[in-house]
């Protein structure tokens, strides 16, 4: 089974190239935020827990999205592989990540980084801002302090996962193919 993590600040790209890599390599997508409201909607118990925490306005906890990925997982026994979206986002939810994935006798194969300056993020994200309903996308000050939180927190799960070579730097500015290309050829690599 192939794991796969894109990685990568908001503006990267990663929505775009997660599409043309599911079906480029057969893997299932795992987006923490569909798990959640799917989870919800069938009013299952992993659901309504975190619809508790929801409600209150509050995170809701690892142990409880590792659940839901863990019966994800379960649910696609046949899976060439899944890729990853929107998690882990911490060193402790990446650790979390690994033990559920050891347990079920896998592993994360590779985390595709994507990098793309800071400028050219901010200007990918209010240009999306014109198009989108999201406001957090209209406002440079927000969106450079969504960079500075990506950096602070998020950007250290790459460090977890580089200390068992698994991190391929890849470039996220070029062409929309250009970068596939890339973050391809970083998979076929692992793979071969």
Avoid at 35 to 63: C, H, Y
Avoid at 72 to 100: H, M, V
Avoid at 133 to 152: A, F, G, P, T
Wanted: aromatic share 6%; no cysteine.
């Amino acid at each position: 089974m192939f794991n796969l993590i894109l990685f990568g600040p908001p503006g990267s790209g990663k929505g775009t190239q997660s599409e043309k890599l599911i079906e480029k390599f057969g893997l299932i997508h795992l987006s923490t935020g569909d798990l959640l409201r799917k989870e919800i909607a069938n009013q299952t118990q992993l659901g309504l827990e975190a619809k508790s925490f929801m409600d209150k306005g509050q995170l809701v906890p690892d142990e409880v999205v590792i659940g839901m990925i863990g019966s994800a997982l379960d649910a696609n026994p046949a899976a060439k592989g899944f890729l990853f979206d929107g998690f882990p986002r911490t060193t402790a939810q990446a650790e979390a990540l690994d033990t559920l994935l050891t347990g079920k006798g896998s592993e994360i194969s590779l985390v595709l980084a994507l990098e793309v300056g800071e400028e050219e993020l901010v200007a990918r994200l209010l240009n999306r801002g014109k198009t989108s309903s999201r406001s957090d996308d209209r406002d440079e000050n927000v969106i450079r302090q969504r960079l500075e939180e990506y950096r602070k927190k998020t950007a250290i799960v790459a460090d977890h996962y580089a200390k068992f070579n698994k991190v391929s730097k890849v470039k996220g500015e070029g062409s929309i193919d250009e970068i596939f290309g890339s973050l391809a050829a970083e998979i076929d690599k692992k793979r071969a």
